[in-house]
């Protein structure tokens, strides 16, 4: 039962420096997102992807970029990273058909990121 | 725009305590609520959830009920344990566009139980 998988799980990065952090669901949702996770500020939305082919912005879009690769993978990209871009960031999948799970987010155990 | 607003802590408790963590929010049309619960070191986990006004969510002995006239979701659970001890958030469900939802979510509470 491996749900919601993100890579890596650490990473530290020199201001400047790329990166994609990967995440990857074996539950055959529609639904994608990756939020950040911040002290004091709860979790908000980076970007998020209702369906295979489809990306949108969330709360927090500056400096990174998506891209839904397939219905199972969805990558994060920091192109040029900055030290405000520290933070835990947490992948998720959901299904929104009204079924009994309708907005059950599962989340992946998420990747902690630190800019020098 | 749709928001979560849940007290603040970090909240203290002993062993067998009565827990409130209070929710109220913001949102247009008919929103679904939910409690999601982080352990340390972990994602977040879904922990209830209620889609209709009046609805009660319940699981592990909390339980939340979904009050339109107050527009609260507020936590409760009767006697609090050591393993209890984590970060709680409340969130709403929100209309993305078409048939899109997204999640919004308060600040989180830690709660720590000692025993």
């Known amino acids: 039962n491996a749900g919601v998988t993100q890579t890596p799980k650490f990473q530290v990065l020199k201001t400047g420096q790329s990166m994609t952090l990967q995440c990857a669901q074996d539950m055959n949702h529609n639904s994608m997102y990756w939020y950040r996770q911040d002290p004091g500020m709860g979790l908000r939305l980076i970007y998020y992807?209702?369906?295979?082919?489809?990306?949108d912005k969330g709360e927090v879009p500056n400096g990174y970029n998506v891209s839904r690769l397939n219905k199972r993978e969805f990558s994060l990209r920091l192109e040029s990273a900055a030290p405000s871009q520290t933070s835990v960031y947490f992948c998720?999948?959901?299904?929104?058909?009204?079924?009994?799970?309708?907005?059950?987010?599962?989340f992946g155990e998420g990747s902690r990121l630190t800019v020098l | 725009g749709n928001s979560v607003t849940q007290m603040e802590g970090p909240v203290t408790l002993s062993e067998e305590a009565f827990l409130t963590i209070n929710c109220t929010y913001t949102?247009?049309?008919?929103?679904?609520l939910f409690w999601y619960v982080q352990y340390p070191g972990e994602g977040l986990q879904l922990l209830l959830k209620?889609?209709?006004?009046?609805d009660k969510g319940s699981n592990k002995g909390f339980e939340a009920t979904y009050r339109k006239e107050t527009t609260s979701f507020h936590l409760e659970k009767g006697s609090v344990q050591v393993s209890d001890s984590a970060v709680y958030f409340c969130?709403?469900?929100?209309?993305?566009?078409?048939?899109?939802?997204?999640?919004?979510f308060g600040k989180g509470t830690l709660l720590t139980v000692n025993p």
């Open positions: 992807s209702a369906s295979e082919g489809t990306t």
């Open positions: 949102a247009t049309g008919y929103p679904s």
């Open positions: 969130a709403l469900s929100s209309e993305g566009g078409g048939s899109n939802y997204k999640l919004t």
């Open positions: 998720a999948s959901s299904e929104w058909d009204r079924g009994p799970n309708t907005g059950e987010l599962f």
């Open positions: 209620a889609t209709k006004a009046d």
